[in-house]
């Protein structure tokens, strides 16, 4: 392990930098509506078992994988590869990156436009009103452009005054600020009339509505929310201190991310069914239904609406932004490893190569006829490439990797930090990585192709 790289300055960094990368919209466009939809409670218990063990497990492996490897992620793949064909799995995680980094920027893009639209109080009216908006935004050539622009600008910004100064202080900024938002929506909402229907919807287990289909789909949900198979984590890694305690970091994290995706179900439903809307899923919810929720659970205070509306989308743009920079991290610190350049330059590199695939994703929503790939505009086909295959095979990969190719003195040095921590569970750990999690993941790329 090289000893003069650089490193997060405390565990509370790397817990709330690397919780700020599984903080995401995965958490709180997906998770709500899936939990409720599928069971309720009984969903949430389901998806608690997934990430105790299978993400929980992975994210450990990927800290192993960093720690050890320190270094960006295809050269941590190199190191520990020691000349096998292993290594391109490492290049495949940070290709991923690179193509999810652009249309993850086009959406986290939308919430700011939404914190805009907040302030100017664009988001009043009746509910068609409010659908029109969204498509007429999302179709414009160049608004949801100006704010991809600018929050690239934002990342660019703090990746670039490194990985203490930039990634970890943002953290430290934006995390704190991110629960506080999320804990007074969450009162708010939870104080409105008629919120308890949504809490119960929310909480009540239905194990009626339990199938194979929803054990999937928490696996999946529990894969990408906690950011696995692409590097973000390896990379975050690769800063972590020879005394970072791997795997009780992974549980605090994976506690975390848990944390904030139940607490967005109790902002969401509440409200929702407050006013007796029904909760959509992904971008609907969030730039459709919400809005109307706002605007109609706050209508006799029209202020409390419109500081809940500006918070909220505040706090979507936060746990937005630190996943960008994760996913941004993992292509600059390969451009300027691998190229020998400065991390100024490398950072330069994906701002404008990953900003300009955003900003062909998000002309080609508006222009679906024209550039369309398979049927999908090339913002779905970079979703469906990206998350349905590329992350996948990605997890499997990774998982098989550790389970068999990396010598097991690595892993257990790794895992009780060269012999000074116990390690528990460690032949149930290898056996994870051996069989459980690959076929589990298996099980949910042909179950998205309706093979089983
Ligand atoms: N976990 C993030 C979310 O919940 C998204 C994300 C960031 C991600 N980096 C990732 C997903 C890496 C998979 C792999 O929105």
Same mark, same amino acid.
């Given at each position: 392990m090289s ?10 960094g790397?817990?709330?930098? %690397?919780?700020?990368s599984?903080?995401g919209?995965?958490?709180?466009w ?21 990430v105790?063990?299978?993400g ?17 992620t295809?050269?941590a *793949?190199?190191?520990?590869a020691?000349?096998? %064909? ?18 993850y ?7 700011l436009?939404?914190?805009y ?32 622009i ?7 910004f703090?990746?670039?005054?490194g990985?203490?100064n ?6 430290k900024?934006?995390m ?12 708010a ?7 308890s ?13 339990v %199938? ?23 990379? *975050? ?5 020879r005394h ?21 179900g109790?902002m969401?439903?509440?409200?929702a069914f407050?006013?007796?809307?029904s ?14 929720v706002f ?16 918070m ?5 743009s ?5 996943s ?5 991290e ?11 350049i ?8 994906v ?8 900003a ?14 398979f ?8 979703d469906?490439v ?20 990396v ?15 116990r ?15 690959p ?8 179950h ?5």
């Amino acid at each position: 392990m090289s000893e003069e790289r650089v490193n997060f300055g405390s565990k509370i960094g790397v817990i709330l930098a %690397t919780a700020g990368s599984a903080v995401g919209l995965g958490n709180i466009w997906r998770f709500p509506y899936m939990a409720g939809e599928n069971g309720g409670a009984a969903f949430i218990f389901i998806y608690i078992l997934c990430v105790i063990v299978l993400g929980i497990p992975c994210m450990i492996s990927e800290f192993i994988i960093g720690r050890h490897g320190a270094s960006n992620t295809a050269r941590a *793949y190199t190191r520990l590869a020691k000349g096998s %064909t292993w290594k391109w799995v490492g290049y495949l995680e940070v290709l991923t990156g690179f193509l999810i980094t652009g249309y993850y920027a086009v959406v986290s893009g939308w919430c700011l436009n939404y914190i805009y639209a907040s302030i100017m109080g664009e988001l009043k009216g009746d509910p068609a009103f409010i659908t029109d908006y969204f498509t007429a935004f999302s179709n414009d050539p160049i608004r949801p452009v100006f704010w991809t622009i600018a929050i690239f600008a934002a990342t660019h910004f703090i990746i670039v005054h490194g990985v203490r100064n930039g990634i970890e202080k943002a953290s430290k900024l934006m995390m704190p600020t991110l629960f506080i938002l999320l804990l007074v929506i969450v009162i708010a909402a939870c104080l409105l009339p008629g919120a308890s229907k949504g809490i119960d919807f929310l909480l009540k287990p239905d194990f009626s509505k339990v %199938t194979g289909d929803v054990f999937l789909g928490a696996l999946g949900q529990c894969f990408y929310s906690m950011s696995i198979g692409m590097g973000c984590l390896c990379t *975050y890694a690769s800063y972590f201190s020879r005394h970072t305690n791997i795997k009780t970091s992974a549980i605090q994290i994976g506690l975390i991310d848990l944390l904030v995706a139940i607490l967005a179900g109790l902002m969401i439903f509440p409200a929702a069914f407050s006013v007796g809307i029904s909760p959509d899923s992904g971008p609907s919810l969030i730039f459709i239904t919400l809005p109307n929720v706002f605007n109609q659970a706050f209508s006799s205070v029209p202020l409390i609406g419109w500081i809940v509306s500006l918070m909220f989308y505040a706090l979507l743009s936060l746990a937005a932004l630190t996943s960008l920079i994760s996913l941004h991290e993992v292509n600059t610190a390969f451009f300027y490893e691998e190229m020998h350049i400065s991390r100024k330059a490398g950072a330069w590199i994906v701002t404008l190569s990953c900003g300009l695939i955003g900003a062909v994703c998000s002309v080609s929503i508006g222009q679906k006829a024209h550039m369309s790939v398979f049927g999908m505009d090339l913002f779905d086909l970079f979703d469906f490439v990206t998350g349905q295959l590329m992350l996948p095979l990605c997890g499997i990969l990774m998982c098989l990797f550790v389970g068999w190719f990396v010598p097991k003195q690595i892993v257990k040095d790794e895992l009780s930090n060269w012999g000074t921590l116990r390690y528990s569970f460690y032949t149930l750990f290898i056996f994870a990585m051996r069989f459980v999690c690959p076929l589990c993941i298996l099980a949910i790329v042909l179950h998205q192709f309706h093979v089983i």
